[in-house]
């Protein structure tokens, strides 16, 4: 079973930049699509942040277009979501998930929170 390890969380002003990690615990071969997720508070739907396919393909939130990179290091089974110019609504817990569709797979991070406050 594939486990997805997140780190990188924290509290963080704003303006400032933090970078998401995200490690698989098992190489994944077939076709997918990593990507990042949110809950801003108690009630609120997780929402798309960025998703990553193996392919290269990505899609942001528009709320983050321009200040959210997601990237992915295949070699080391690990996805990156880079956070610059962070705003006070950015705060949420940021969950990372992967699929597999070939294998009808979804697997989901314990989530990492990120705080964005003066």
């Known amino acids: 079973q594939v486990q997805l390890v997140e780190s990188g969380g924290g509290l963080v002003q704003p303006g400032g930049s933090l970078r998401l990690s995200c490690a698989t615990s098992k190489t994944i071969f077939s076709i997918n699509t990593m990507g990042w997720y949110r809950r801003q508070g108690p009630g609120k739907e997780r929402e798309l942040v960025a998703?990553?396919?193996?392919?290269?393909?990505?899609n942001y939130a528009d709320s983050v277009k321009g200040r959210f990179t997601i990237s992915r290091d295949n070699a080391n089974n690990t996805v990156y979501l880079q956070m610059n110019s962070l705003k006070p609504e950015d705060t949420a817990v940021y969950y990372c998930r992967l699929t597999v569709p070939s294998k009808f797979l979804e697997v989901w991070g314990q989530g990492t929170l990120v705080t964005v406050s003066s």
């Open positions: 998703t990553l396919t193996s392919g290269g393909t990505a």
